[in-house]
């Protein structure tokens, strides 16, 4: 099956700028999560969507950071404006209640956040 | 809630002697619990998971880990290091059991060096 996709891989921008990312999951998986990695850290999740539908998004700062989901399938994450300490990579991944290849969670490969 | 320690931050051994990475769990229930790796500027990679089938897991480029109830531990291991076994490891648990829809809340991860 088809991984996770998630573009770009690389973004470099000047703090209070605004960058936005995209994530493709595996077909049929109804459940799509973003992670947030500092360099050094476990990921930490961002938001989570059942669907089209929030189902956690506690630890999203919603003053800068914003994510959709319109029709159930691909997402998108924004961050306007950036700060330095949003440099980190952002990844999304996606699961299935009856599992499959990877017990169910399979990741992308993520996209390296830089804000100079 | 859920939640995840590593013991250890990194962990150095020799090319071909045994890894031992540390993991201790909270749950209120009986969890799922994970193992990923992250090499360097790749992706992270499942390991192995522990869906209460069994307590002893075999994962992949012959990892394994045990789950212990009592000791509310689950500890990777594998018998003879490899070079490319060098890597950031992380332990894994979801909040929503075998659920495949729930978070995985991760660890802050072990540095693996393995030495000549």
């Known amino acids: 099956e088809a991984g996770v996709a998630q573009s770009p891989r690389y973004k470099i921008i000047e703090k209070r700028q605004s960058v936005a990312f995209w994530c493709n999951p595996i077909?049929?998986?109804?459940?799509l999560y973003w992670y947030q990695q500092i360099l050094g850290q476990g990921p930490k999740l961002l938001i989570q969507?059942?669907?089209?539908?929030?189902?956690?998004d506690s630890q999203l700062p919603k003053d800068r950071f914003s994510a959709e989901r319109l029709k159930g399938v691909d997402s998108t994450l924004k961050i306007q404006p950036a700060k330095l300490e949003d440099s980190a990579v952002y990844l999304c991944?996606?699961?299935?209640?009856?599992?499959?290849?990877?017990?169910?969670?399979?990741f992308g490969s993520g996209t390296r956040l830089t804000v100079v | 809630a859920q939640s995840v320690t590593q013991l250890d931050s990194h962990v150095s051994v020799s090319e071909g002697t045994p890894v031992l990475l540390r993991c201790n769990y909270s749950s209120s229930y009986s969890p799922s619990l994970f193992w990923y790796v992250q090499h360097p500027n790749k992706g992270l990679q499942l390991l192995l998971k522990?869906?209460?089938?069994?307590?002893l897991v075999k994962g992949i480029n012959g990892f394994e880990a045990e789950f212990k109830k009592s000791e509310t531990s689950f500890h990777l291991t594998k018998p003879s290091a490899h070079m490319s076994d060098a890597a950031e490891y992380f332990c894994v648990v979801s909040d929503r059991g075998s659920s495949n829809t729930g978070k995985l809340i991760f660890g802050q991860g072990t540095t693996l060096q393995v030495k000549p």
């Open positions: 969507f059942q669907n089209n539908g929030v189902v956690d």
């Open positions: 991944a996606s699961s299935s209640p009856s599992g499959g290849g990877n017990y169910g969670y399979t």
């Open positions: 077909s049929g998986h109804a459940t």
């Open positions: 522990y869906t209460s089938a069994a307590t």
